[in-house]
Nanobody, 125 residues
Framework: VQLQASGGGLVQPGGSLRLSCATS????????VGWFRQAPGKEREGVSC????????YYADSVKGRFTISIDKAKKMVYLQMNMVKPEDTAVYYC???????????????????WGQGTQVTVSS
C-alpha cells in the first residue's frame, strides 16, 4: 500500500500547478482520499478530500473555488489542480487515504492511515 505525491515546485502568485498522487496496493473504490498541507511552524491542515461512495468532494474554505480534487481510477491517480495560487498556499503537500467509502466532511489527519511523502509547493514572485 503506497502513495507517492509529485508535481510540486515554484509558481508565481496567480499561477497554476497540478499535483499528482500515484496510488498502489489498494482499490480507490474503497478508500477515501485527501490532500493535506503543512507550512513551516504550522499544523498539518486538510485541503480537499473525495468520497468514493457518492463522488462528493470537500474543500477547506481557504481553497474553495481555486483548487479541484479529481480521481482517475484507471490510472490509480489522485490529482489536485491548484489555480490562482497565493503566497499563503506555500507548504509541503501530502496525499492520504483512509479505508472507508463514506466521507461527509473535511476530516483531520487522524482520519487517514495511509500517507505519501510530501511535495513542496512554493508560491513566490
Amino acid at each position: 500500500v503506497q502513495l507517492q505525491a509529485s508535481g510540486g515546485g515554484l509558481v508565481q502568485p496567480g499561477g497554476s500547478l497540478r499535483l499528482s498522487c500515484a496510488t498502489s496496493g489498494f482499490n480507490l473504490d474503497y478508500y477515501a482520499v485527501g490532500w493535506f498541507r503543512q507550512a513551516p511552524g504550522k499544523e498539518r491542515e486538510g485541503v480537499s478530500c473525495f468520497s468514493p461512495y457518492d463522488g462528493a468532494t470537500y474543500y477547506a474554505d481557504s481553497v474553495k473555488g481555486r483548487f479541484t480534487i479529481s480521481i482517475d481510477k484507471a490510472k490509480k491517480m489522485v490529482y489536485l489542480q491548484m489555480n490562482m495560487v497565493k503566497p499563503e498556499d506555500t507548504a509541503v503537500y501530502y496525499c492520504a487515504a483512509a479505508h472507508t467509502v463514506i466521507v461527509t466532511k473535511m476530516n483531520g489527519p487522524n482520519f487517514y492511515d495511509i500517507w505519501g511523502q510530501g511535495t513542496q509547493v512554493t508560491v513566490s514572485s
